[in-house]
């Protein structure tokens, strides 16, 4: 599954043990996929990821 959140430090902070094998994902595995804010807010309107942090404002 593809798992989609920018690059900042506090995305990679709150996804690391997610995508570093800290928690039972329960045989889950991610597609990282770090793209800034704006390509991803479109993405998602387009439905390119499995999941995704989306921003608004």
Do not use: H
């Amino acid at each position: 599954m593809t798992l989609g959140f920018s690059p900042c430090p506090n995305d990679t902070f709150i996804f690391d043990a997610l995508v570093n094998g800290k928690i039972d994902t329960l045989g889950l595995q991610f597609e990282v996929v770090l793209e800034d804010v704006q390509t991803r807010n479109q993405w998602c309107m387009e439905e390119k990821l499995d999941f995704t942090k989306i921003s608004y404002g």
